[in-house]
């Protein structure tokens, strides 16, 4: 049965039976009297003995209003006998009892409904409720948002990310740690700024010792790398300049963290790397200056001087080996190619001491001070870089004292090289490979080494102008011992003892070697240099004793010839020289020579 048919109400079961025992008739219905007795209804014409439902509910029957097949009567036209109805007793009382059964559910439909209704009251009650809730929620969220929006900015310029305390605290230092390094102290800026503005800010109180204590973190992570980097610094044949690249300024923005937060702090770890520095340097160029000193190196002392005759050749080594090498002291040969290179290597330690040819002094005094150059110039690029936020001066006080024995060392050895030699040649050499260190220097922008560099200059011209005045001394002797004997038995022209030669004399072409050598240094001199002076004296030493010496050939002619062939020999080794010096002493030269060709 469906609900439907259920539900519907009592009211419609007198219709429904009406439809299936039929209508009374109005003729038989008694009226109530005047009494007003009950009225008495007659029993129907017919009734229907079977109805057929076709299947349908007894609602749906009612709803399609579908006509009772009723039972013809007999044809005599009585109504069916009392017999009859009892038969069908039965019947009628289980359809009774069908109604009443019916009755009990729908009363208990209709309590569960009553019951339902209540409930969707309850129900409706709290929607309406959670409706009022969600609209105040939604109030509050919009609320909130405005607010949010109004404070967000200042929230987050304070706080600090988990993240990055993570990083700070317990992640090894890289560059996202750097990172994170600034942001930190970008926070404690505008924290610190917030607090200097006079406002007591709750939020800006709380933050405050949480980044004191972070960056105090950070301080103490920074101090235990930057340490161990420089006991990095201690290791055996460890290269400096790969840690100082590699670590130290990838984190320079570390230690200037560390500076501005802990400056004494920054200044003993400060201290500590110039201290190490300093060891480090001494240490590598005391072990590079004993491997030069194993190199050979050409004796040119006082028995090589112009005016004397020719000497015996001696060569040794600083450590005091000694090799028969024979070399020329006058003449400039292939010494111009240590000038002239291109390569800007120094000699490796392990090459020095495998070095069994030998040498000039330039050759250690380029090797020593090349590699001294190199390291400084890397060493004050460094320490620019990493102490940037440091004046110029401070710089250059710390650069002053990681250098200052090192210096003192490449002065000590410029010394030794220099101080017992006469070779005037080596010397000037040294000036110009000094000179091109300097020019190298002001390239690369380096000038705290400039006071090396002067340093040096004041070892190495003062040796050369005396070693200069020592052959002008050698040459004026030469011509003193020419008299009172003949010229031909103090300095030999020929082979002949006898012979009056108009030949050049071996000391021209040991002068003009000489000169010619002097010359090619000079080729790029500036006049405020002591070269031309020298030179001078010596070529008027020279030419007193060439006039003396022309005094002793008896004919004119052969005089005015000897000098004349000495004078052009001279022009001819000069000939090519270039250079405003060189210019100069070829015109006075080519001067006498013509002066002497007229009258020979």
């Known amino acids: 049965m469906h609900l439907a048919a259920v539900f519907r109400p009592q009211r419609e079961f007198p219709m429904v039976l009406e439809s299936i025992v039929g209508a009374p008739r109005k003729k038989d219905l008694t009226t109530r009297n005047s009494t007003d007795g009950p009225v008495s209804l007659a029993k129907p014409v017919e009734v229907v003995e079977d109805i057929d439902f076709g299947g349908l509910s007894l609602q749906e029957f009612i709803n399609t209003r579908a006509p009772v097949l009723r039972q013809p009567c007999d044809r005599t036209g009585n109504t069916r006998s009392s017999e009859e109805h009892e038969n069908e007793k039965d ?40 409706q009022d809730r969600s609209t105040a929620l939604n109030t ?34 890289d560059q996202s740690w750097i990172k994170a390094l600034d942001e930190l102290e970008r926070k404690s ?88 520095m300093r060891w480090y340097y001494l240490h590598n160029f005391t072990r590079y200056r004993a491997s030069l000193e194993t190199l050979k190196l050409h004796v040119v002392d006082k028995h090589d001087l112009i005016g004397l005759d020719e000497p015996t050749r001696k060569s040794t080594v600083i450590a005091g080996s000694r090799s028969a090498t024979a070399h020329d002291a006058f003449s400039i040969g292939r010494r111009m190619e240590l000038l002239r290179t291109t390569s800007s290597a120094s000699l490796p330690s392990y090459l020095v001491e495998e070095d069994k040819s030998s040498h000039y002094l330039e050759v250690p005094f380029r090797a020593f001070n090349l590699a001294l150059v190199d390291n400084a110039s890397a060493e004050y690029s460094f320490i620019t870089e990493f102490f940037s936020k440091q004046s110029f001066h401070a710089v250059n006080r710390k650069f002053a ?42 390239r690369r922008k380096v000038p705290a080494v400039e006071g090396y560099i002067n340093g040096t200059n004041m070892l190495l011209w003062p040796r050369f102008q005396m070693i200069m005045d020592m052959r002008c001394e050698s040459m004026r002797r030469a011509a003193s011992s020419l008299s009172g004997r003949s010229a031909v038995s103090a300095l030999s022209l020929t082979s002949s003892p006898n012979a009056q ?80 010096l060189a210019e100069e002493q070829k015109s006075h030269f080519d001067g006498l020579k013509e002066a002497f060709a007229e009258k020979r």
């Open 91 to 130: 019947k009628f009382e289980d359809l009774h009892r069908s109604i009443l059964a019916c009755d009990e559910v729908l009363q208990s439909v209709e309590v569960y409904l009553t019951s339902f209704q209540a409930d969707l009251g309850a129900v409706s009650a709290e929607i309406e409720t959670l």
């Open 501 to 580: 030669s108009t030949a050049p004399h071996q000391l021209t072409q040991k002068f003009a070697n000489f000169l010619q050598g002097i010359l090619a240094l000079s080729s790029e001199a500036g006049d405020d240099e002591p070269v031309s002076n020298s030179l001078g004296r010596l070529r008027s030493d020279f030419e007193a004793f060439l006039t003396k010496m022309s005094k002793s050939i008896g004919d004119s002619k052969k005089r005015e010839r000897f000098l004349f062939n000495n004078y052009s020999l001279v022009g001819t080794i000069i000939g090519e020289t270039e250079g405003k």
């Open 401 to 442: 004292e990681i250098f200052e024995p090192t210096f003192a060392l490449g002065q000590a050895l410029t010394k030794q090289l220099v101080d017992t030699t006469v070779d005037a040649l080596g010397v000037l050499i040294c000036v110009r490979l000094n000179q091109h260190f300097a020019f190298e220097l002001q």
């Open 189 to 276: 800026k505008i924290v610190e700024g917030k607090a200097k503005q006079g406002d007591s800010v709750k939020a800006v109180e709380e933050v405050k010792p949480l980044l004191e204590n972070l960056t105090n973190k950070a301080v103490e992570r920074i101090r235990d790398y930057i340490v161990s980097q420089v006991k990095a610094l201690r290791s055996p044949n460890v290269n400096a300049q790969i840690i100082q690249q590699q670590t130290f300024l990838q984190y320079k923005d570390v230690f200037a963290f560390l500076e501005r937060h802990q400056p004494r702090l920054a200044e003993e770890i400060g201290q500590a790397y110039i201290n190490t």
């Open 140 to 173: 509050r969220l919009e609320n909130r948002k405005i607010v949010e929006k109004l404070l967000g900015p200042a929230v987050e310029e304070i706080s600090i990310p988990p993240a990055i305390v993570r990083k700070i605290s317990e992640e090894p230092m």
